[in-house]
């Protein structure tokens, strides 16, 4: 069964101070592995996007890494702002190309 | 370009009354999808369409829940009668021609409460 799992569900950190959020996945075969940010109220937005070949890519103070081998992803934020107070979600998908599967999101709360 | 609309943004109604939501997609994108998104989880796929056809409705709880797409435009997601458990988000996404890696754009969602 594909799945999309994610870690911490929550957090809370200083505004300025760096964090990371971990995804792990069992899709297959995989396509590629986006990060989206949705701010409370609204839809998700896209910040990144890798495909297999792909081991990292930055977005401002996002970087998000990629291991295919061991099914694994992260997303820095770096200096964090106030305005990065959000939940973060993992999205796979699979070799079809636009059939995803969700992570449950990391909830980030920067506090000043 | 304008991004995916939806309508209302927020409804709340008694359980066993019935609710319409309404979407309408950036223009030009054939693909149409309805997700829900239960508080502190991910979305999970209603349904998919294909301009006016259903491509994937396997996880749409059919005995309450419909939708449709006539004329392959905007899109409405119907549930009758209500549940408690039926709280949640509703988001509708769009992917088109101008969608790398088929991105897919979500609207702002409709955060319905069933008292």
């Known amino acids: 069964k594909n799945q999309v799992e994610q870690s911490p569900q929550s957090l809370i950190i200083l505004e300025g101070k760096n964090c990371t959020l971990q995804c792990n996945y069992t899709v297959s075969p995989f396509s590629n592995l986006r990060w989206y940010k949705q701010d409370t109220g609204r839809g998700p937005v896209s910040l990144t996007i890798?495909?297999?070949?792909?081991n990292t890519k930055s977005n401002g103070r996002y970087t998000a890494t990629l291991d295919a081998d061991t099914k694994q992803s992260s997303l820095h934020i770096t200096a964090s702002q106030l305005s990065d107070s959000a939940s973060y979600i993992c999205?796979?998908?699979?070799?079809?190309?636009?059939?995803?599967?969700f992570g449950g999101g990391t909830r980030v709360l920067v506090k000043p | 370009e304008a991004g995916v609309a939806q309508s209302p943004r927020y409804k709340i109604i008694e359980k066993r009354q019935s609710v319409a939501f309404w979407c309408n997609p950036i223009?030009?994108?054939?693909?149409l999808y309805w997700y829900q998104q239960i508080l502190g989880q991910g979305p999970k796929l209603l349904i998919q369409f294909q301009n006016n056809g259903v491509v994937d409705d396997s996880q749409l709880p059919k005995d309450r829940f419909s939708a449709e797409r006539l004329k392959g435009v905007d899109s409405t997601l119907k549930i009758q009668p209500a549940k408690l458990e039926d709280s949640a988000v509703y988001l509708c996404a769009s992917i088109g021609p101008g969608s790398s890696y088929n991105e897919q754009f979500f609207g702002p969602g409709t955060r319905l409460t069933v008292l």
């Open positions: 999205v796979v998908s699979g070799a079809a190309g636009n059939k995803l599967t």
């Open positions: 223009s030009g994108h054939a693909t």
């Open positions: 890798m495909t297999f070949s792909e």
